[in-house]
């Protein structure tokens, strides 16, 4: 064996802690005692990101297989995650308006609506914009406006919105047990945005009404779509809270961009029916 493959492996080796901790590197004078707050949580934020795109991919492939058990396992884990993003917001908002000004002018052009993985998570949810790629920064009517032709974010957001969403993949599910979903539904383009369907909303109250285990699976798409809700909102007031009616940093239009994403649920139909039990 080489001597590459005798070395122990170790915490700091397997978490590569090192790189890690060399990854916080402000760029105020002195630097601003916050600064590293302020990156700290956005790093985690993108692991976060990171780890609900894996594991909704295999949601997808739960889903689409009928594996209730599996699929109620990962949703309660993604529910989870998003409870902790929330919670992370708790620690951002101990930094006043002041402190953060301190550093905000170091961030130029950098701004949260550039994160790709979120963009690409909003896909997954089945957010697809019509207005294409190359759309107006800030508008919040482009997912990978800011991203660079060709580059692998870009691709993977691009991607993202030509196959299959989540929910899409729900359907597939919830059709699998008997459940009649419109064959024109489940054959949709999904490159277009779904639009609620009084057909689905039929086929998911008898789901909720006769199928216990399609019961449980609605129900926790439902805790999914509220979670992200629940960040959104929070998100929403955060941004309030700091830099108040301010253009937001990269050009957006900053808590008024974000207040437009607030009250639009990723599963409309499952909302939909909460009316009809």
């Known amino acids: 064996m080489s001597q590459e493959h005798d070395k122990a492996v170790t915490y700091t080796s397997y978490l590569k802690v090192d790189e890690?901790?060399?990854?916080?590197?402000?760029?105020?004078?002195?630097?601003?005692?916050?600064?590293?707050?302020?990156?700290?949580?956005?790093?985690?934020?993108?692991?976060?990101?990171k780890q609900v795109l894996h594991?909704?991919?295999?949601?997808?492939?739960?889903?689409?297989?009928?594996?209730?058990?599996?699929?109620?396992?990962?949703?309660?884990?993604?529910?989870?995650i998003m409870k902790t993003c929330v919670a992370q917001l708790d620690i951002l908002e101990t930094m006043t308006p002041l402190q953060f000004n301190s550093f905000r002018g170091r961030l130029s052009s950098a701004s949260g609506f550039q994160s790709a993985q979120f963009r690409e998570l909003e896909a997954v949810l089945g957010r697809r914009d019509?207005?294409?790629?190359?759309?107006?920064?800030?508008?919040?009517m482009a997912m990978a406006a800011h991203l660079v032709p060709g580059s692998t974010p870009r691709l993977r957001?691009?991607?993202?919105?030509?196959?299959?969403?989540?929910?899409?993949?729900?359907?597939?599910?919830?059709?699998?047990?008997g459940h009649t979903i419109p064959a024109e539904v489940l054959n949709r383009d999904v490159t277009i945005g779904y639009e609620a369907n009084e057909k689905v909303q039929d086929a998911?109250?008898?789901?909720?009404?006769?199928?216990?285990?399609?019961?449980?699976?609605?129900?926790?798409?439902?805790?999914?779509?509220?979670?992200?809700?629940?960040?959104?909102?929070?998100?929403?007031?955060?941004?309030?809270?700091?830099?108040?009616?301010?253009?937001?940093?990269?050009?957006?239009?900053?808590?008024?961009?974000?207040?437009?994403?607030?009250?639009?649920?990723?599963?409309?139909?499952?909302?939909?029916?909460?009316?009809?039990?």
């Open 157 to 177: 957001v691009e991607a993202a919105m030509a196959r299959p969403s989540l929910y899409d993949s729900a359907l597939k599910y919830f059709s699998s047990r």
């Open 204 to 277: 998911l109250l008898d789901a909720h009404r006769n199928d216990p285990e399609s019961n449980m699976v609605g129900e926790a798409l439902v805790d999914l779509d509220e979670g992200l809700q629940e960040w959104r909102y929070r998100h929403v007031k955060m941004v309030e809270r700091t830099i108040g009616a301010k253009m937001g940093s990269g050009g957006s239009s900053g808590a008024g961009y974000l207040s437009s994403t607030l009250f639009r649920p990723v599963f409309a139909d499952l909302w939909a029916i909460r009316s009809r039990f």
């Open 130 to 140: 019509q207005a294409g790629a190359d759309a107006t920064p800030g508008t919040g």
């Open 55 to 80: 594991e909704c991919s295999a949601l997808q492939t739960a889903l689409e297989a009928g594996n209730t058990h599996r699929s109620l396992a990962l949703l309660g884990r993604i529910r989870t």
């Open 20 to 49: 890690l901790l060399d990854l916080q590197q402000p760029l105020s004078d002195g630097p601003e005692h916050d600064e590293l707050l302020f990156i700290t949580i956005h790093q985690v934020y993108e692991l976060w990101f």
